[in-house]
């Protein structure tokens, strides 16, 4: 067994429904410097994936030196408390990684089983400071490493003048609130009428898709929206380029990527004031925030945006700026410092 060797647990799925997340581009890297990746799962089938993230973990128990949890809220937290718990009687060190909005209410629920969890960990690491925070009482050390991004795919330009040009870009699912989308844009159009939204995502839910077409067509701004699905993570740059103004609509959120790629690129962003997303940068430099499900406020934040110009070009320049600090080069390291000082200290 080498001891750059490592088990990547989680949600490695790669379909129409579902593009690569940061785990694939973790794999990949690591890889590309000499560290042996087993990963699990990529079974679509919830209970399917549990069973062959159990299988793995025990199988290939001598080829690897220690293993990697993504930990959600709900029913996927017991998918990390399975394979924690048999990780544990195998003896391997264990890295919590902590997602989604949800998390800390979960954990206010449930405390018990959090604290048990994180107990069996080496380390806990989250890319959200809200997370960081919310859950410190179940652990005396959260390590803060913030989600990597690829600069190098950015297609940065300044928004100075920008455009009622609106993108929307998250899962179709109801926690995301893709609706809300519509309505700010139904709010701008007697001001703005050449104003139109791209909405682009996986669907998660199919109700949720359902729904969005149907009030898209009852506003009867069909043609003022454009809904792509199942598109890859590649082309999503591009699709940002075209737009100007990135709105974020969540209920939860932690670090989205899809925010931040907004940020790399220049949009003027503006976004629910929800859960991780004002730990990502200060409202009125980096971005605007205002109160979740409120679309008459996003769309007075829009209006500003759209009628003050050197609003726009800061909110711009400073979010372009702010997340240059987050590349893979600088993010990286930071994994593989961690993971070689557990493995030292475990096989020393």
């Given at each position: ?53 159990l ?50 209410e979960?954990?206010?629920k ?68 893709p ?34 077409r ?43 990527r ?23 940068g ?53 994994w593989?410092?961690l ?5 030292e200290?475990?096989?020393?």
């Amino acid at each position: 067994m080498s001891q750059k060797s490592i088990l990547l647990i989680g949600n490695h799925l790669s379909t129409k429904h579902s593009n690569k997340n940061v785990w694939h581009y973790m794999a990949e890297k690591l890889s590309a410097r000499g560290w042996q990746v087993i990963t699990t799962s990529s079974q679509q089938n919830q209970a399917l994936r549990l069973i062959d993230m159990l299988h793995t973990i025990y199988a290939q128990r001598r080829e690897y030196a220690l293993a990697q949890i993504d930990v959600f809220s709900g029913k996927a937290f017991i998918f990390a408390e399975a394979c924690a718990k048999l990780l544990k009687w195998l003896r391997k060190p264990i890295v919590l990684t902590l997602h989604g909005g949800g998390l800390p209410e979960f954990a206010a629920k449930h405390p018990l089983r959090v604290q048990h969890l994180f107990q069996r960990a080496d380390a806990v690491v989250t890319p959200s400071p809200f997370l960081q925070n919310s859950l410190r009482q179940y652990s005396s050390e959260i390590h803060l490493i913030n989600n990597p991004i690829d600069i190098s795919q950015g297609i940065y330009r300044q928004r100075s003048s920008p455009q009622p040009k609106l993108i929307w870009v998250r899962a179709f699912h109801e926690i995301y609130n893709p609706e809300m989308a519509l309505r700010v844009l139904a709010d701008l159009q007697p001001e703005f009428p050449e104003s139109h939204l791209t909405m682009i995502g996986p669907v998660k839910s199919h109700a949720c898709m359902q729904s969005v077409r149907t009030l898209a067509a009852q506003m009867q701004h069909d043609h003022h929206v454009e809904i792509i699905t199942g598109i890859p993570h590649d082309q999503v740059s591009a699709f940002l380029d075209k737009a100007d103004i990135f709105i974020n609509t969540s209920n939860y959120d932690t670090a989205p990527r899809s925010l931040l790629e907004a940020m790399l690129n220049g949009l003027c962003v503006i976004s629910t004031n929800v859960g991780g997303i004002p730990y990502l940068g200060i409202d009125g430099q980096e971005f605007l925030l205002v109160p979740p499900g409120d679309h008459l406020a996003m769309a007075d934040a829009i209006r500003r945006v759209l009628t003050e110009p050197e609003l726009a070009a800061k909110l711009s320049s400073n979010a372009h700026k702010k997340v240059e600090q987050d590349d893979w080069s600088i993010i990286l390291p930071q994994w593989e410092n961690l993971f070689s000082s557990i493995v030292e200290r475990n096989y020393s």
